[in-house]
């Protein structure tokens, strides 16, 4: 007898090999391959054509035919969802919602449901991890629903199709991917294959029937269960819900949008009643900062078309051993360390005598390049034990020469500052030249690092 066909897959991207191999050549990553059976494919019509359920193969058409009504996206009643999926739900579309187990993905699903139900939609909300008397706990404590809210426990995809053609909902939830299996693929579910298949027939049925569908996806860093990476380009938007699991707040961040702008941020609060919208995240991240604190400084970063005022951090001190220890948490370490040497080489600060840590408070991560003339103070700051005024918020790019570099959308990060009510505000100075009259807010411009330093401390 012949033996069985496998193949290999990369939990993490779903590269696939004929043969094992520790590192994944795809997305580098070690000791992520799978063996899983191959199944024979048979040659299905796509999910655009329409071909497989009999319908007339779509004809080419022009631009100009398509016609683009506003009422192709709905609103799901959060501010903050619907920016970050582009000003709502597209109808037709299929929106991956990733992140760690226990974060909240079923609860912000839930919490979107019940808003769309009570504004007059169908919902159906599918689980597969979850049985109906859970759910009904979970239900209980974000509040009364109302309108047409449906249920359904079920794993096998081949009913879910049937019931969303029963049922004709204008939303669908499945919660979650790595459950859902269909019978005809050999390997078990979570496994590449399934996953992958699973989202398939999902989009048929999205494009299909014009029905928006929400799937959910664990992160999973170890085990047997493929990661929602897998299947980031099959599907249409993709978000990540992250946060520290012990802290309240969290953060959904868009990751690929073809139906908006990716840079989006959308910040919520697990209360004891559900998530609750942040809707000033400035204001959010700078509570319970330590005023005349050294080293702690305010900056800006832009989320989007947001910005977002958050605190750096940094502790010197003078170090112990030969080589000095540096550390970035929420910033990028290899930044960090750039503007360290800038301090050393062009301030004559002697950093290598001392131990630097850098953090960005809050838990949020800013890769942003605004924020190193933040760090760069702060690391002075906590230096000389000298504290910055609280009411001063700093943002620049630092290029490897010590000058501070324009940035982005300076007028809106100033408009935040006088917002939050702060009265000084040091930019580069190219931006302020740019900028309006300000009698709100003191603005200092600087030209680079030494000036910066001088502005805000003795
Ligand atoms: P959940 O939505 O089940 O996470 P996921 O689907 O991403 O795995 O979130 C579960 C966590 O949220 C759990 O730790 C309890 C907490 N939670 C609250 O704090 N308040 C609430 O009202 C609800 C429903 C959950
Ligand atoms: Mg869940």
């Known amino acids: 007898m012949a033996k069985p066909k496998t193949v290999f897959f990369c939990k993490e991207c779903g590269y696939e090999s004929p043969k094992w191999m ?17 199944q024979k494919r048979e040659i299905k019509g796509t999910a655009l054509s329409g071909a497989k359920r009999g319908t007339p193969a779509a004809k080419p058409a022009f631009l100009n ?3 683009l009504e506003e009422k192709d ?11 970050v999926l582009g000003d709502g739900i597209v109808i037709g579309s299929l929106v991956l919602v990733g992140g760690d187990p226990g974060i909240g993905k079923s609860t912000l699903l839930l919490q979107m449901c019940r808003n769309l139900a009570s504004s007059g939609r169908q919902v159906l909300y599918i ?9 009904k706990i979970r239900a209980n404590r974000i509040g009364e629903v109302t309108g047409s809210l449906k249920f359904l ?3 096998s995809l081949d009913i879910i199709e049937e019931v969303i053609r029963e049922e004709k909902p204008e939303i669908v939830i499945i919660d979650s991917i790595q459950t859902m299996y269909r019978e005809d693929i050999a390997s078990s579910p979570g496994s590449v294959s399934q996953v992958r298949e699973s989202t398939n027939v999902l989009m048929q049925i999205a494009k299909g029937l014009g029905i928006a569908v929400f799937i959910v996806g664990h992160v999973t860093k170890e085990g047997v269960v493929a990661g929602p990476r897998v299947l980031e380009h099959m599907v249409d938007t993709v978000l990540y819900f992250e946060g520290d ?17 990716t840079n989006e941020i959308g910040v919520f609060e697990m209360r004891e009643n559900g998530l609750c919208e942040v809707k000033n995240p400035s204001e959010y991240m700078l509570s319970g900062r330590p005023e005349d604190a050294s ?62 840590y850098v953090n960005i408070a809050g838990g949020l991560r800013m890769n942003e390049p605004a924020i190193d003339l933040a760090i760069i103070l702060a690391l002075i700051s906590s230096l000389k034990d000298e504290p910055v005024s609280p009411r001063t918020l700093i943002f620049g790019e630092v290029g490897l020469s ?15 500052a006088v917002k939050m009510g702060f009265d000084t505000c040091v930019l580069p100075e190219i931006c302020l030249e740019k900028m309006k009259k300000n009698d709100k807010i003191r603005l200092i411009g600087v030209k680079n690092v030494r000036e910066a330093i001088a502005a805000v401390l003795r």
């Open 22 to 38: 520790g590192q994944c050549p795809a997305c580098k990553e070690w000791n992520t391959f799978v063996e899983e059976p191959v």
């Open 65 to 67: 035919e398509i016609s």
């Open 73 to 83: 996206r709905i609103s799901t009643g959060f501010e903050e969802l619907d920016r």
């Open 127 to 135: 689980s597969g991890e979850e049985s109906l008397k859970q759910i």
């Open 153 to 155: 426990c079920e794993t």
């Open 245 to 261: 699991r012990s802290a309240a707040y969290r953060i959904l961040r868009g990751v690929k949008n073809r139906f908006g702008s």
């Open 295 to 356: 080293g702690a400084v305010v900056a800006c970063s832009m989320e989007g078309t947001r910005p977002v005022l958050l605190e750096v951090q940094a502790l010197v001190t003078s170090t112990n051993f030969g080589m000095p220890r540096r550390t970035a948490a929420g910033t990028d370490y290899n930044r960090v360390n750039l503007l360290i040497a800038v301090l050393e080489k062009r301030c004559r600060y002697e950093m290598s005598r001392y131990d630097a």
């Open 402 to 416: 010590g000058e501070v570099r324009a940035v982005s959308m300076a007028e809106q990060r100033v408009n935040e």
